[in-house]
């Protein structure tokens, strides 16, 4: 489990899931797949409840869903791209999602929620291109009910195996922790000197 993660979800329950689920969907680097596996998994503990664990992770997905799709809506795609890296969305993320619109139209809304590397982006896609509202709401809907369920039964049906499910995941956790890490120092510092390079030269071109 990520470090932090769990003690959170299992202090703050529905609460922090909402919070996890929206932010999310609004394009932040937060695995769902975590999130619910281990909201499912304190539902087999008796801690949670089945159905409202899937209600309220489904109402998050569409709160911040909503925020991409105005996102979309009012920033356009210059906008994403300039602000996206800051939350690690880049050119590639954005492509993907208008793709795969482009080629499903309005389905692809529904399709795309429990497709990974595709779901947390496709609402962005979706607001540039101004899919009616109604229709966004229903397939994201659909779609984020189908995602949400499989995950919290999946770590329901973990069960009492749970335990040996993070001993195994840990060092993987830790090592995808690291090379995130080290891959947004690389940007920064990458960025840093590419920007010096540049103030250089225009200093050296000015008479």
Known sequence: MIPQLDIFVTYYG????????????????IPSEVVMSFAGYLVYRGHLPLLGVIVIATLANLVGSWLAYLIGVYGGRAFILRWGRYVLLNEAHLQRA??????????????????PGVRTFISLPAGIGRMPLARFFLFSAIGSWIWNTALTVFGYQLGKHWELVDIYLKPLTVLGAVVLIAGVLWYWFGR?????????????HRP
Do not use: D, Y
């Open 14 to 29: 529905l609460s922090a899931i909402f919070v996890l689920m929206t932010l999310e969907s609004l394009c932040i680097p």
């Open 192 to 204: 840093s000197r590419t920007t010096r390079r540049h103030s250089a030269r225009q200093t050296e």
């Open 98 to 115: 208008e793709t795969w619109f482009a080629r499903h139209g309005s389905l692809s809304v529904c399709i795309g929620r429990v497709l």
